[in-house]
């Protein structure tokens, strides 16, 4: 069973930046796509950032395109999200996600099959 810890949440100040951090136990990160999904209460889980299990595919939503990146350490067994020019509405609470079954997930959830338990990301104004 694979298990996926974050870390790196946080308040910060409108235009500050954060960097989480997700690392699994139970399986080698190398041979897992990652994923990072947030959800701002009263809204629906929204798809934030992925990465393929080289590290080479990656795909960010347009909504965090230009201040957001994904990356991973291999060597370290962990995927980190770099959060930079944050804005109030990137408050939510941020959820990393895995997958074995495939190269890279994408921005569906249901491509993803372990949860990490979130941690939560404020932004104030």
């Known amino acids: 069973q694979v298990q996926l810890v974050e870390s790196g949440g946080g308040l910060v100040q409108a235009g500050g930046s954060l960097r989480l951090s997700c690392a699994p136990s139970?399986?080698?990160?190398?041979?897992?796509?990652m994923g990072w999904f947030r959800q701002a209460p009263g809204k629906e889980r929204e798809f934030v950032a992925a990465?393929?299990?080289?590290?080479?595919?990656?795909s960010i939503a347009d909504s965090v395109k230009g201040r957001f990146t994904i990356s991973r350490a291999n060597a370290k067994n962990t995927v980190y999200l770099q959060m930079d020019s944050l804005k109030p509405e990137d408050t939510a609470i941020y959820y990393c996600?895995?997958?074995?079954?495939?190269?890279?997930?994408?921005?569906?959830?249901?491509?993803?099959?372990?949860w990490g338990q979130g941690t939560q990301v404020t932004v104030s104004s």
């Open positions: 990465i393929s299990w080289s590290g080479s595919t990656t």
């Open positions: 996600a895995a997958t074995g079954r495939a190269y890279f997930g994408g921005s569906d959830p249901d491509n993803y099959d372990y």
């Open positions: 139970g399986r080698t990160v190398s041979t897992l796509a």
